[in-house]
């Protein structure tokens, strides 16, 4: 059994920055590949930022690159997704996913809200 727990959501202005935190359980952290995923009212959930057990990011979402970046400290069985550059359309609950052999694991989701 995964629990995953996303914090560091909350309500920015346009050009702000902020850092998501997801803290998960389990004793095997080190070999989950983690991922965030948003979704914003209305919208489907979309894949943000998605990365390796050893830390090596794996791919970003095109709307993303070059202003979000995701890290994990594995000693702290933590994955990171820091948000730079925001705007307006970054608005969504972000939610962190894992999946362990056939079972997919979610957190209940963090709300990030950028004005304009």
């Known amino acids: 059994q995964v629990q995953l727990v996303e914090s560091g959501g909350g309500l920015v202005q346009a050009g702000g920055s902020l850092r998501l935190s997801c803290a998960a359980s389990g004793r095997t952290f080190a070999n989950y590949i983690m991922t965030w995923f948003r979704q914003a009212p209305g919208k489907e959930r979309e894949l943000v930022a998605r990365i390796n057990s050893a830390g090596t990011p794996l791919n970003y979402a095109d709307s993303v690159k070059g202003r979000f970046t995701i890290s994990r400290d594995n000693a702290k069985n933590t994955v990171y997704l820091e948000m730079n550059s925001l705007k307006p359309e970054d608005t969504a609950v972000y939610y962190c996913?894992?999946?362990?052999?056939?079972?997919?694991?979610w957190g209940k989701g963090t709300l990030v809200t950028v004005s304009s």
């Open positions: 996913y894992t999946r362990l052999y056939t079972s997919n694991y």
